[in-house]
């Protein structure tokens, strides 16, 4: 009877973990997520300013 209690033990602890992991995994993709936005938002900027670049003619 000792086996069940130590084999429930060692699988709940596995579930927390596994739990765990996966809210720390879920806070890492909106980490990125945000950060992807910001990126396209600079990349907009940097299109728009590389737009207003004016180079003279050399005819």
């Known amino acids: 009877m ?3 209690w130590i084999f429930l033990g060692i699988a ?3 579930l927390i973990t596994v ?3 996966a809210v ?3 806070h890492k993709a909106s980490d990125l997520f945000s950060e ?3 990126l396209g938002k600079r990349a907009e ?3 728009d300013l590389v737009s ?6 050399t005819e």
């Open 52 to 57: 207003q670049v004016k180079i003279p003619s």
């Open 2 to 4: 000792m086996w069940v």
């Open 12 to 14: 709940l602890a596995g």
């Open 19 to 21: 739990g765990s992991y």
């Open 45 to 47: 900027e940097l299109a």
């Open 36 to 38: 992807l936005q910001m």
């Open 24 to 26: 720390w995994l879920a």
